[in-house]
C-alpha cells in the first residue's frame, strides 16, 4: 500500500485559457523545439481534461479554504512576488 501525505494546501496559479493558449503558441514560435503538442486541437483538449480532472480538486481545496490562488496572467515578476509573499506568510505560522 502506498503511504500518501497530507497535503496542507494547494497553490492554483489561475490564468484565462485565452491566456494559456496565447502562451502556449508562443512557446511553439519561439521554441528551437518544435513541439508536437502545441496546436489547437491538442490546447483544447488539455484545458477539457483540466476542467473535467483538476478542477473539482481545486473547489475541494478552496471549499476547506486550503486553496491559495495566484492571479498568473499577469508579469512574471508580479506573480513570483505573490508566491514569494504567501511562501512567507505560511512558513511563519508554523
Known amino acids: 500500500m502506498t503511504d500518501i501525505a497530507e497535503v496542507p494546501f494547494l497553490l492554483y496559479f489561475k490564468c484565462t485559457e485565452a491566456q ?7 512557446r ?10 502545441d496546436n489547437i ?8 481534461g483540466f476542467n473535467k480532472e483538476t478542477m473539482p480538486i481545486i473547489e475541494l481545496f478552496q471549499k476547506q479554504h486550503t486553496c491559495h490562488t495566484i492571479d498568473a496572467g499577469r508579469k512574471i515578476d508580479n506573480i513570483y512576488a505573490d508566491v514569494r509573499v504567501l511562501f512567507e506568510s505560511l512558513t511563519k505560522k508554523k
Open 20 to 26: 494559456m493558449e496565447e502562451r502556449i503558441l508562443g
Open 41 to 48: 486541437e491538442t490546447i483544447k483538449k488539455r484545458f477539457e
Open 28 to 37: 511553439a514560435k519561439s521554441s528551437a523545439v518544435v513541439r508536437a503538442d
